[in-house]
């Protein structure tokens, strides 16, 4: 009878400490999972050298900003092999320099191939440009560009294939572009693309931002559930002093329905900020993070955070 008590005991011991390393392994998982996709869905600090494995051959390469004569490039280090992407560009000339709104490198794998596809956005000359680069057997090949200034993707990580969008904030839908990467190759899907989820929401926030006024009342756009703190920010901007542009935009979604809809919508916006009272100031850059959740029963979607960022 003792020996059947031990044994018991012991089976069950076995039992719950297998149930609880299951649920430390499963809890690590999707912690890293979700580390990596923060990771890869926010802009690299250009003052650091990043690594990543960007042609699939399982080596760490090297990813550098390159400026000079006014001209700013982006330099990948393969083993021994050194590419510049301005290469690719039909002027040799990626971006040129601004004091106040620096590239910006997003690296996430467009194709679902295990070899992350890089996005650029940036200035050349007085405008937006953006572009997409893929490694495609021995170099780094330009597979899309234009000179939109909102650019971002949706199913990023669910079962469907990441869908690029691309738009002109002042056109609105009239300039939108969308595209999937396909076997190496841009599958133009602008034909379909009738409309935007969050975009009605964004381009109201981005209006409150270029006002010249403090708000008086606020728009049916933020979630009742907003941090009020947050939400201060609006009445914070010392517009008496200071006035914003709208520059440029990056957004993704992290969250979905049993549909593949989204349900969550991140968005990157970058102001220019300049000073009313001194023309000769420098200009500055304001950047916010806003997070957006589609509503119940709409196809609307409200504001739940906002974050000043780097």
């Not at 069950?12 to 912690?31: C, H, M, Q, R, S």
């Not at 301005?86 to 040129?96: A, G, I, Y």
């Not at 940036?122 to 170099?139: D, H, I, P, R």
């Amino acid at each position: 009878m003792k020996i059947l008590i031990i044994k018991k005991k012991f089976l069950i011991n076995l039992i719950t400490f297998t149930i609880v390393t299951l649920i430390i392994i499963v809890a690590l998982f999707l912690l890293c999972n979700k580390f990596n996709f923060q990771e890869t869905l926010s802009p690299l600090n250009l003052s650091q050298n990043y690594s990543y494995d960007l042609n699939g051959d399982g080596l760490q390469d090297n990813i550098q900003l390159v400026e000079e004569q006014n001209k700013v490039d982006i330099c990948i280090k393969c083993a021994n092999e050194e590419y510049y992407l301005s290469k690719e560009c039909t002027d040799k000339v990626l971006f040129t320099s601004c004091s106040y709104l620096k590239p910006k490198i997003f690296i996430h794998d467009l194709s679902r191939n295990s070899v992350p596809e890089i996005i650029l956005t940036g200035l050349k000359g007085e405008k937006n440009s953006a572009y997409v680069f893929q490694w495609n057997k021995n170099k780094f090949t330009l597979l899309y560009s234009d000179n939109n200034n909102i650019f971002g993707i949706l199913n990023c990580k669910n079962s469907c294939t990441p869908q690029c969008y691309s738009l002109n904030s002042i056109k609105g839908l009239s300039s939108l572009n969308s595209f999937m990467v396909i076997n190496n190759s841009i599958l133009d899907t602008t034909a379909d693309s009738k409309s935007l989820p969050s975009l009605d929401s964004v381009t109201s926030f981005i209006n409150i931002i270029e006002l010249s006024y403090p708000l008086d009342e606020l728009p049916s756009i933020f979630s009742s559930n907003i941090n009020s703190d947050e939400l201060s920010l609006l009445w914070n901007l010392d517009k008496d002093n200071n006035s914003y542009l709208f520059q440029n935009g990056f957004f993704y979604d992290y969250e979905w329905d049993n549909l593949n809809s989204p349900l969550y919508i991140k968005w990157r916006l970058s102001f220019e900020k300049k000073s009313l009272k001194d023309n000769n100031s420098d200009k500055k850059q304001l950047v916010l993070l806003i997070d957006l959740r589609k509503e119940s029963n709409s196809s609307s979607y409200n504001i739940t955070s906002i974050q000043v960022s780097n």
